[in-house]
């Protein structure tokens, strides 16, 4: 069990997150964790990559390095 610190900031409330939660929900800092509370009382916590909040990022990452491959091909 992992036990977290909920501290008062300014006028926001956080939850402090050691190295290892962090590395238990599969997060870091400045990453985005949802909380989903069930019917049946049971949080689930999830992380979701940035790419998918943005459709498009995946798609002008790939074509980065598809052109940064093309470059390293031409005659120098």
Known sequence: MIALK????GEQVAIVLTEEALQVLGTEVGGTLRLEPSRDGV???????TWVEDHHARGRAFLKRYTRSLQRLEPQ
């Open 6 to 9: 909920v501290e008062k900031i």
């Open 43 to 49: 949080i689930l916590a999830t992380t979701q990559e």
